[in-house]
Every structure is written in structure tokens, then in C-alpha cells.
């Protein structure tokens, strides 16, 4: 079978070929503390999200978003399919213990040990129809976590007190 095609056709279809569609599969990962203790406050929170994000940056992980509680992390990110799950996992757990016990020593105490992280994980995967929706729930209920009505008096206290804990 031959065909005349025009000299720009031709030539560009001896290029390099590249895939019109890329696909990314979605997923909600949670892991806790060990012993699921609510040690988190909000500075190791904050230290957190940065973590995530650098290292989701360094390793090319679509990261939508990352929300924690006192002692858990929900991370939903995206991922080619040649890449692994339980791969990524283990680079954001692993990073995340080794700069927190870093940054904040009281951890060590609070947590008893070198370890931040249990060792399960829960995984879920998002349909793209609802990654937008998921995101959303993840920021409303921990949003609700640490905007307590408390007096700004009594609200000094439990950080003076998590501060010397």
C-alpha cells in the first residue's frame, strides 16, 4: 500500500513519537503517627506541607493536596502509571520523619523512639471526576480541626502547654 503524502507529513512523521493522551491515575493516601498519639501542633503541620510538597516536586508526582490533623496525613496526588504507589509513599514517609525528627527533637520524646510514622498506610484511588471534590472535603474537615472558638487567653495556654510537653 503506498500513499503520497505531502514532504511536511512525511517528515513529521519521521520524528520522535510522543503519546497525544498522558494519563494519571489519582490517589488519597492517610498515614498516622505511631500509636496514632495527637502529637502534631501546628508548626510540625506547617513543616509538613512543605516537605510534601518539595518532595512531590523533586519526583514528579502531581500533588493536589495535603492536609494533616494531630495525628494523621492525607496526601492526594497523582502519579504516571509507571509509577509506584507504595514507592511514593515511602518517599514522602520516609523524608517527612527524617526532617521533622531533624527540625523538632520533641518528637523523639513524644513519640518515644526515632520513628514518626506507624507503619500501615490506607490507599484510595480517586477518579478524576472526583479529585476536585475530595480535595475540597480534605480542606473543610481539617480546616474545622484548629479554627476552635476557644478565648485567645485559653488558646495561649494549650500552646504555652504543648511547648513544654
Keep these: 500500500m503506498e500513499t503520497n503524502l ?13 503519546p497525544l493522551y498522558r494519563s494519571q491515575l489519582h ?9 496514632r498519639r495527637p502529637v502534631l501542633k501546628q508548626r510540625h503541620i506547617d513543616a509538613i506541607h512543605a516537605l510534601v510538597r518539595t518532595a512531590c516536586e523533586d519526583r514528579d508526582f502531581g500533588l493536589v493536596e495535603v492536609v494533616a490533623g494531630t ?6 496526588f497523582g502519579l504516571k502509571p509507571a509509577q509506584s504507589v507504595a514507592s511514593a509513599v515511602r518517599e514522602l514517609k520516609g523524608r517527612t520523619t527524617m526532617a ?23 490507599v484510595e484511588t480517586v477518579s478524576p ?20 472558638d476557644l478565648p ?9 502547654w504543648a511547648a513544654a510537653s
Design 6 to 18: 505531502a514532504l511536511p507529513v512525511q517528515q513529521a512523521l519521521m520524528q520522535r513519537w510522543e
Design 27 to 35: 490517589y488519597l493516601v492517610t498515614w498516622s503517627t505511631r500509636g
Design 71 to 76: 495525628d494523621h496525613v492525607h496526601v492526594l
Design 100 to 122: 521533622l525528627l531533624e527540625k523538632f527533637p520533641e518528637l523523639r520524646v513524644w513519640l518515644r523512639g526515632n520513628l514518626v510514622w506507624d507503619e500501615r498506610y490506607a
Design 129 to 148: 471526576l472526583r479529585v476536585e471534590r475530595v480535595s475540597d472535603r480534605l480542606k473543610s474537615t481539617h480546616r474545622s480541626l484548629f479554627e476552635l
Design 152 to 160: 485567645q487567653g485559653e488558646l495561649n495556654e494549650r500552646e504555652d
